[in-house]
């Protein structure tokens, strides 16, 4: 074949990869500037997408309907598609550096205590890194540090010229309090120590570079919590609730906290929801149900997805190990992965150029 029928063919499939749209930005591939790489030779197309996060749940839709809009062109041979991502960044904010080589940030918090926000952050960190991102935890609860047991790790940091250097657990470097005070003894801070520490953990330690650092966040939204969502450039807060009625006034003072600080809300997400007995099948709601849907559509954010209440969730919380990990295979793991899937598109949206369009019910 020579060589114009392959700039023929090449023009051909940039055109047809101008009509084929990406569902969350409903822009065609082209005009997003996703498309790179383009080489014809001999009628084998090769090109390669770039998706905006390594975690993007239209990752297998995208190329399908690569494929698809390319069927019909004459003359080709063979489509070789490489997917790979450049995750977009929330930069810095309002005066508020950014963190060296983390490129969003991601608060998971709750208008109350107890409502499994640290279950959840873990989790979803662990999500996010097999769906193929670069994910760290901070746990900045610093009354009640309680990630590194979850992740089941020994380690401490290690301080070398004034950088700390977190230990990993799962491929995820963890910095909490509970590297700095031994077990059991009682932490009380004061406003200016726990600036001063939070402070540190932003700017001194070597995080690497990371798609995502969720940040485990104190229950609750009281000046503690505020000083630290601004003292974190966020790119978007999590409401972790569970479904009962008073859900709602508790995700309304989370989100309000939030506003307060101009932090955008990436959404709510259901915990707790129904127990599925695994003796008789039976489906409890024991906190009640529908109570994080809700409290969305009320607030007008979107509904990321429900976690059910389980006995291995809790075990695995409890071991170091987390479902994700124990269990890869289980429904709960799933529920993660769609969440941490939803998540992602989120910020690739918040983060864009290219205008959100209406965000509702992505469970
Ligand atoms: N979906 C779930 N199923 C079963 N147990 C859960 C679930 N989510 C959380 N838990 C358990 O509930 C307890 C509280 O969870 P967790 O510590 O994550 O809450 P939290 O909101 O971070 O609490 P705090 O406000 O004290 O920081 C833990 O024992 C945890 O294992
Ligand atoms: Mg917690």
Same mark, same amino acid.
């Given at each position: 074949m020579n060589q114009e029928k392959d700039q023929e063919i090449g023009q051909a499939v940039m055109k047809a990869l101008g009509r084929v749209i990406e569902p969350d930005f409903k822009k065609d591939l082209v005009t997003l500037k996703m498309i790179e790489n383009l080489g014809v030779k001999d009628g084998h197309v090769t090109f390669t997408v770039i998706l905006t996060?390594?975690?993007?749940?239209l990752k297998e839709e995208i190329k399908k309907a690569c494929m698809e809009a390319l069927a019909?062109?004459?003359?080709?041979r063979s489509v070789d598609i490489q997917m790979t991502a450049r995750t977009t960044g929330g930069g810095a904010k309002e005066g508020k550096a950014?963190?060296?080589?983390?490129?969003n940030v991601i608060a998971v918090s709750s208008g109350?205590?107890?409502?499994g926000k640290s279950t959840t952050a873990v989790n979803l960190a662990i999500a996010l890194t097999e769906l193929g991102a670069k994910v760290g935890i901070l746990? *900045?609860?610093?009354?009640?540090?309680?990630i590194p047991m979850m992740l089941g790790i020994k380690g401490l940091p290690k301080q070398v010229n004034n950088r700390w250097f977190p230990p990993k657990a799962y491929e995820i470097p963890v910095m909490s309090m509970a590297f700095m005070a031994p077990p059991g003894a009682p932490l009380i801070w004061r406003g200016p120590m726990l600036h001063g520490i939070i402070t540190q953990f932003v700017r001194?330690?070597?995080?690497?570079?990371?798609?995502y650092l969720v940040v485990d966040m104190p229950p609750g939204t009281g000046d503690a919590q505020l000083s630290l969502a601004q003292l974190v450039p966020v790119t978007g807060a999590i409401i972790v609730t569970t479904p009962q009625e008073v859900a709602l006034s508790d995700s309304r003072r989370g989100l309000a906290m939030f506003q307060k600080v101009n932090v955008p809300i990436l959404g709510i997400v259901e915990n707790m929801s129904s127990f599925h007995c695994p003796h008789c099948n039976h489906e409890t709601p024991i906190f009640s149900q529908g109570g994080g849907e809700k409290a969305a559509a009320e607030l007008k954010v979107p509904f990321l997805g429900r976690i059910p209440i389980d006995l291995s969730i809790r075990q695995a919380g409890d071991e170091g190990r987390p479902i994700g990990i124990a269990?890869?295979? *289980?429904p709960l793991t799933a529920a993660y992965l769609k969440i941490a899937g939803n998540i992602a598109s989120r910020i690739s949206i918040l983060n864009s150029e290219f205008q959100p369009i209406t965000l509702g019910n992505l469970a």
């Amino acid at each position: 074949m020579n060589q114009e029928k392959d700039q023929e063919i090449g023009q051909a499939v940039m055109k047809a990869l101008g009509r084929v749209i990406e569902p969350d930005f409903k822009k065609d591939l082209v005009t997003l500037k996703m498309i790179e790489n383009l080489g014809v030779k001999d009628g084998h197309v090769t090109f390669t997408v770039i998706l905006t996060t390594p975690a993007c749940p239209l990752k297998e839709e995208i190329k399908k309907a690569c494929m698809e809009a390319l069927a019909p062109i004459e003359g080709i041979r063979s489509v070789d598609i490489q997917m790979t991502a450049r995750t977009t960044g929330g930069g810095a904010k309002e005066g508020k550096a950014e963190i060296e080589g983390v490129r969003n940030v991601i608060a998971v918090s709750s208008g109350k205590g107890g409502v499994g926000k640290s279950t959840t952050a873990v989790n979803l960190a662990i999500a996010l890194t097999e769906l193929g991102a670069k994910v760290g935890i901070l746990d *900045s609860d610093v009354y009640g540090p309680n990630i590194p047991m979850m992740l089941g790790i020994k380690g401490l940091p290690k301080q070398v010229n004034n950088r700390w250097f977190p230990p990993k657990a799962y491929e995820i470097p963890v910095m909490s309090m509970a590297f700095m005070a031994p077990p059991g003894a009682p932490l009380i801070w004061r406003g200016p120590m726990l600036h001063g520490i939070i402070t540190q953990f932003v700017r001194d330690v070597e995080w690497g570079e990371l798609d995502y650092l969720v940040v485990d966040m104190p229950p609750g939204t009281g000046d503690a919590q505020l000083s630290l969502a601004q003292l974190v450039p966020v790119t978007g807060a999590i409401i972790v609730t569970t479904p009962q009625e008073v859900a709602l006034s508790d995700s309304r003072r989370g989100l309000a906290m939030f506003q307060k600080v101009n932090v955008p809300i990436l959404g709510i997400v259901e915990n707790m929801s129904s127990f599925h007995c695994p003796h008789c099948n039976h489906e409890t709601p024991i906190f009640s149900q529908g109570g994080g849907e809700k409290a969305a559509a009320e607030l007008k954010v979107p509904f990321l997805g429900r976690i059910p209440i389980d006995l291995s969730i809790r075990q695995a919380g409890d071991e170091g190990r987390p479902i994700g990990i124990a269990q890869p295979d *289980s429904p709960l793991t799933a529920a993660y992965l769609k969440i941490a899937g939803n998540i992602a598109s989120r910020i690739s949206i918040l983060n864009s150029e290219f205008q959100p369009i209406t965000l509702g019910n992505l469970a």
